[in-house]
């Protein structure tokens, strides 16, 4: 289907919504398959018209109003890179963002939250809150039941190239445990030549650590911590070893 046709019919679909469930197939399926190949003009139409499909939403109303505007945000997101400036794409994921924790939509709290935390981080105001929406991702990619290894994975070497990178200067008393295992555990591992894919377990248990969270899905980065053919430096292995079983070699 071409893309004008795509967008007509999306704006047929919306101008005649009674059913939220006609939203799926009628317009976010074929948007997100689209997207890749949309001008910024068609981008700018689809905006448009996702912000129609919030109003008719409203409308509607009903207990999974939140879960569907979340969907929408999702999608008015992903439209606004390239077409709007900085602080109203991060708004747009933003909304995203509140409206899926608030409704319990998983994946878009997974893909808002990874945005928010890796690629927005200049609207943020501390090293906790930045560490706040990673730790919602990573909480939220344990919650789902597919692929859950090979995202958390994923999100283990981000959290690794940021922070081993970010060079931050604005501490408050609510940031040094952050600091203290995430940040400072993240240059540590760099210090001692750990590579991304090595990292990144490690990563997934600093974070839990600041944040007292323990989860069966994390059984994975405690068992490739524990099988590292690299030693861990000192200042990361004290701040993990809990996490750890007794007999695991370091």
């Known amino acids: 289907m071409k893309n004008k046709e795509i967008i007509n019919d999306a704006s047929k679909?919306?101008?005649?919504?009674?059913?939220?469930?006609?939203?799926?197939?009628?317009?976010?399926?074929?948007f997100d398959n689209a997207l890749p190949?949309?001008?910024?003009?068609?981008?700018?139409?689809?905006?448009?018209?996702?912000?129609?499909?919030?109003?008719?939403?409203?409308?509607?109303?009903?207990?999974?109003?939140?879960?569907?505007?979340?969907?929408i945000y999702l999608?008015?997101?992903?439209?606004?890179?390239?077409?709007?400036?900085?602080?109203q794409e991060h708004h747009a994921w933003k909304r995203a963002y509140e409206s899926a924790v608030k409704s319990g939509n998983h994946e878009v709290s997974v893909q808002s939250s990874f945005e928010l935390g890796f690629s927005f981080v200049e609207f943020t105001s501390s090293i906790r809150e930045i560490l706040e929406i990673q730790m919602n991702?990573?909480?939220?990619?344990?919650k789902q039941g597919s692929a859950i290894h090979s995202r958390l994975?994923?999100?283990?070497?981000?959290l690794y190239?940021?922070?081993?990178?970010?060079?931050?200067?604005?501490?408050?008393?609510?940031?040094?445990?952050?600091?203290?295992?995430?940040?400072?555990g993240a240059k540590g591992l760099k210090e001692?030549?750990?590579?991304?894919?090595?990292?990144?377990?490690?990563m997934i248990l600093l974070i839990s650590k600041v944040f007292d969270?323990?989860?069966?899905?994390?059984?994975?980065?405690?068992?490739?911590?524990?099988?590292?053919?690299?030693?861990?430096?000192?200042?990361?292995?004290?701040?993990?070893a809990s996490s750890l079983t007794p007999t695991a070699p370091f």
């Open 137 to 142: 991702c990573l909480k939220t990619i344990c």
């Open 192 to 202: 001692a030549g750990f590579d991304d894919d090595k990292a990144a377990p490690v």
């Open 37 to 71: 190949t949309l001008t910024n003009s068609m981008k700018k139409k689809f905006i448009e018209l996702l912000g129609k499909a919030e109003e008719k939403i409203k409308q509607i109303g009903g207990e999974k109003q939140d879960w569907w505007l979340s969907e």
């Open 213 to 240: 969270f323990d989860d069966p899905a994390i059984e994975w980065a405690k068992l490739e911590t524990a099988i590292l053919d690299v030693p861990l430096p000192e200042e990361v292995k004290s701040k993990i």
């Open 153 to 158: 994975r994923i999100i283990g070497i981000n």
């Open 13 to 30: 679909v919306i101008s005649y919504l009674k059913d939220a469930n006609k939203l799926v197939d009628g317009v976010f399926s074929p």
């Open 161 to 184: 190239d940021f922070w081993s990178q970010l060079e931050f200067r604005r501490l408050s008393e609510s940031d040094l445990k952050a600091k203290q295992f995430v940040l400072d």
């Open 75 to 87: 999608r008015k997101a992903r439209c606004a890179n390239g077409i709007l400036e900085k602080p």
